[in-house]
């Protein structure tokens, strides 16, 4: 198994520009997340899905987008670049505890992408 | 207030140390605790979790005060491979702005541990 992979590694882009970063699992897990990382704020959930179709809001969604076609696949899409969104992104994914929409104890987390929007 | 507070150190131990890290939260309905540990540049990876009556994982002892909303890692007898960022993790049940329940993970922002020879 991958496990949780992620790309790219790493980004640099100016302001306004507009990416996509790429998040899969190989795990079959239901749940997976964004966050991002930043000095001194720890993690911060950004976007999260339950299943394919469904995604929801976390706690600082603006300025970024994501959908999920498949079980795998979490991309999480940046339409206009802004320095503040200088950080961190980590994916994440777990099973969902039966019966509910809430991810199980153990999150499993990809590499991370070090984004620079200048 | 932060919802979860650590000490972010960094602590700077010798090799067969004991050294004991600490964590608060805010929020009383706090449901689940863990420990997760963070390498330089690394993914978190998960520890241990948390239980009100304590628990132990061979060197590493977790301990959990609700009364107290505090939280404790201990770890013991330290190698020079626990050099790491250890992260205190909150979840608690919380609903977006649509309304659905989903179990959200609060992250403190990390306690630095370097041991050295």
């Known amino acids: 198994n991958a496990g949780v992979t992620q790309t790219p590694k790493f980004q640099v882009l100016k302001t306004g520009q507009s990416m996509t970063l790429q998040c899969a699992q190989d795990m079959n897990h239901e749940y997976m997340s964004w966050y991002r990382q930043d000095p001194g704020m720890g993690l911060r959930l950004i976007h999260y899905s339950v299943g394919a179709g469904i995604t929801d809001q976390g706690e600082v969604p603006n300025g970024y987008n994501v959908s999920r076609s498949t079980t795998e696949d979490f991309p999480l899409r940046l339409l206009s670049a802004a320095p503040s969104q200088t950080s961190v992104y980590f994916c994440?994914?777990?099973?969902?505890?039966?019966?509910?929409?809430?991810?199980?104890?153990?999150?499993?987390f990809g590499p991370g992408t070090r984004l620079t929007v200048t | 207030r932060k919802e979860v507070e650590q000490d972010p150190g960094p602590f700077n131990v010798p090799e067969g140390a004991t050294v004991a890290f600490n964590c608060t939260y805010s929020?009383?309905?706090?449901?689940?605790f863990f420990w997760y540990r963070q390498d330089c540049r690394k993914e978190p990876k998960l520890l241990m979790s948390?239980?009100?009556s304590g628990n132990e994982d061979g060197r590493f002892t977790a301990q959990l005060n609700r009364a107290s909303q505090y939280i404790s890692l201990l770890i013991r007898d330290s190698k020079l491979s626990d050099s790491a960022t250890y992260l205190c993790v909150v979840k608690i049940n919380s609903a977006n702005a649509g309304g659905t329940s989903y179990g959200k993970l609060t992250f403190g922002q990390g306690t630095i541990l370097t041991v050295h020879p």
């Open positions: 994440a994914s777990s099973h969902v505890l039966a019966g509910t929409k809430r991810s199980s104890y153990e999150q499993y």
């Open positions: 948390v239980y009100s």
């Open positions: 929020n009383s309905a706090s449901q689940s």
